[in-house]
């Protein structure tokens, strides 16, 4: 069985399956899913983004170097950046109450960054939500359809206990990064036309609606975030025991330190 070890190769470089290729969360220019500045309310504007209408391209099905030929398909692998904890009021007119995220009032949340590569050998297409009503529904907040309950976030305490801490986050699949130098150079996937190609990466970034966990009580301490993608199986995968990551925090009222190296933001592939 392969196996893929993701380690820094240096300023915006990381390596996947021996490969050295951008890393998305060291990029500067990026053209992510814009919002207002966590405490203001306003409408986030995924189609915004840097990414052309859906076109088809030829899948690139060869195996990159981490991966064994016989396991070809879709492999999903998260990463998380960019904590902080922030103070913010939120009214009954906010889009984030409406999406159901907070309750109306003032809130201390744990922001952070999620991403999700596609390190597989085939894309992950979903297609046009209008068309899978069971799997998605529409986001106030984001102005378009999320697909159900995709991620999920809890916050462990030092024992290893699950705090009250947690979230199921809805999540727009599409193309934002390319991540392997053997992908397709065209993206294929978007908002209206959700998936991840072979070779990409889609992120959400921490200053988005629902991108956070609600800690309003949470006394100050060393904890572990656990970010699971694909959380529900909705998509079938050729390995899902890579499929989550865990990073180490100490939270002490409005500041968070981050003890995991950051070589482990991203979780090395199980596969």
């Not at 064994?68 to 009954?92: I, K, L, M, Q, Y």
């Not at 697909?147 to 999920?152: A, S, W």
């Amino acid at each position: 069985m392969g196996v893929l070890i993701i380690v820094v190769a240096g300023v915006g470089m990381i390596t996947l399956g021996g490969v050295a290729v951008d890393n998305p969360f060291t990029v500067n220019d990026r053209s992510t899913d814009t919002s207002t500045t966590p405490g203001s309310e306003g409408t986030a504007d995924e189609e915004n983004a840097a990414t052309p209408p859906p076109t088809t391209v030829e899948s690139d099905t060869e195996p990159s170097d981490g991966h064994v030929a016989d396991r070809t398909g879709v492999n999903f692998v998260p990463g998380v950046e960019d904590f902080s904890v922030s103070t913010e009021v939120f009214d009954e007119s906010s889009p984030d109450v409406e999406d159901g995220f907070v309750t109306p009032g003032e809130h201390r949340l744990l922001r952070f960054d999620m991403i999700i590569y596609n390190m597989g050998d085939a894309d992950a297409e979903l297609g046009r939500p209008e068309n899978r009503p069971d799997l998605f529904e529409y986001s106030e907040s984001h102005g378009h359809a999320h697909l159900k309950g995709f991620n999920n976030y809890v916050l462990l305490d030092e024992s290893g206990e699950r705090t009250g801490a947690v979230r199921k986050q809805t999540f727009c699949l599409r193309d934002l990064y390319q991540t392997r130098s053997t992908a397709s150079s065209s993206s294929q996937f978007d908002c209206e036309y959700q998936g991840i190609s072979a070779g990409w990466a889609d992120e959400y970034d921490a200053s988005l609606p629902g991108q956070y966990i609600v800690i309003d009580d949470l006394p100050a301490g060393e904890y572990t975030l656990q970010a699971t993608t694909n959380a529900a199986g909705t998509i079938d995968e050729t390995c899902d025991g890579d499929n989550t990551v865990r990073v180490d925090l100490r939270i002490n009222n409005d500041t968070v330190t981050v003890h995991t190296s950051q070589s482990h933001y991203v979780r090395p592939s199980a596969c």
